[in-house]
């Protein structure tokens, strides 16, 4: 017997499988060759059950969903006030690709853009470089519950073309914020942005975003909880970006998009969301995977500040299926 949850994302899959609007990312040569038709979308509970439809088990590069995991190492590495001397925790209301600072600080204005997720990276680097990487395809890795590894061609077209995110971390060498290993910290960057992923993998490691920090199937322990707080709040007031506030308000959940075409959501204590769909709005944002998360988290009453939402309603849902 199907259960309640499978039919209501079986449901949001077919009401906007013929959504067609958007482009695929292109200014990534690599990335223009994804299949614009794919649609995908997984549901992971903190208590292990997974649901999903569509084109979940294909692969995509996780892109700047990579930046709030990246936060997240670098406050268990660094600690908070050493972190947030390089970046702060603003939104910036700006596209997430600005070549800009905070004026009042001379930090990017968050990690979850670009110029936060450099200054992050820069962090969370090692020496010899592979050494960062490879401890950081690890750690998602035991977030996604089995081996990732990184896209070689994506990786490279991005190295080639990434130029607007060498500028960027030049301003931040200028501004001190960054040191002076800039290649090193771009290469982590876009390392770390050409994981490659499926929408299972974004969904449980969003679900142990949500899980305190335990992989609910695994239940290993991936993340410090100290840290999960900080790194929710600013996905839930910086993670899409100049889309961010209207996020909020209309889906209202901590999330992150990649212009890989991924989306995850964290109901925390929960579930985790994640709708993979390569077409992107003007902003970089999946068309369908706005669509999808905000019909899911209307039906199921998870914005975080529904009026009927008392703690705990995906696990009611759950227990009704
Ligand atoms: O830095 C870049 O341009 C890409 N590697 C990541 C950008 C991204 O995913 C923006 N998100 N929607």
């Given at each position: 017997m199907i259960t309640l949850i499978q039919q209501i994302i079986e449901d949001v899959y077919s009401n906007h499988?013929?959504?067609?609007?958007g482009e695929v990312a292109?200014?990534?040569?690599?990335?223009?060759?994804?299949?614009?038709s794919h649609f995908g979308i997984c549901l992971a509970s903190v208590d292990g059950q997974v649901f999903s439809v569509g084109d979940w088990e294909q692969e995509f590069t996780i892109q700047s969903i990579c930046k709030p995991f990246a936060f997240q190492m670098a406050l268990e590495e660094r600690g908070r006030d050493a972190t947030l001397q390089h970046v702060g925790v603003e939104p910036s209301g700006d596209p997430f690709n600005s070549i800009e600072l905070d004026p009042r600080t001379m930090r990017p204005y968050n990690a979850m853009i670009n110029a936060g997720a450099i200054a992050i990276a820069s962090l969370i680097k090692k020496d010899p470089v592979e050494a960062g990487v490879q401890a950081f395809v690890e750690k998602m890795g035991q977030a996604a519950g089995r081996t990732l590894r990184i896209d070689e061609a994506v990786l490279f077209s991005e190295s080639v073309t990434g130029n607007r995110n060498r500028a960027i971390a030049y301003l931040m060498l200028n501004c001190g914020i960054i040191d002076a290993g800039v290649e090193a910290s771009l290469r982590q960057y876009f390392s770390q942005c050409s994981l490659l992923v499926n929408c299972r993998d974004l969904a449980m490691m969003a679900a142990t975003l949500a899980n305190m920090g335990v992989n609910p199937v695994t239940k290993e322990r991936v993340f410090d909880f100290e840290y999960i707080r900080d790194v929710l709040t600013v996905m839930f007031t910086c993670?899409?970006?100049?889309?961010a506030g209207e996020w909020a308000y209309r889906v209202g959940l901590p999330a992150k998009s990649g212009v890989g075409g991924g989306i995850i959501g964290v109901v925390n204590r929960q579930v985790g969301i994640a709708v993979y769909s390569p077409r992107l709005d003007d902003k970089g944002n999946s068309v369908r995977g706005i669509a999808a998360c905000k019909e899911i988290a209307a039906h199921l009453g998870l914005h975080a500040f529904e009026f009927t939402n008392v703690g705990s309603s995906f696990m009611q849902w759950l227990n009704e299926s």
């Open positions: 499988k013929d959504l067609n609007e292109t200014y990534i040569p690599e990335l223009g060759k994804a299949n614009g993670g899409l970006y100049d889309y």
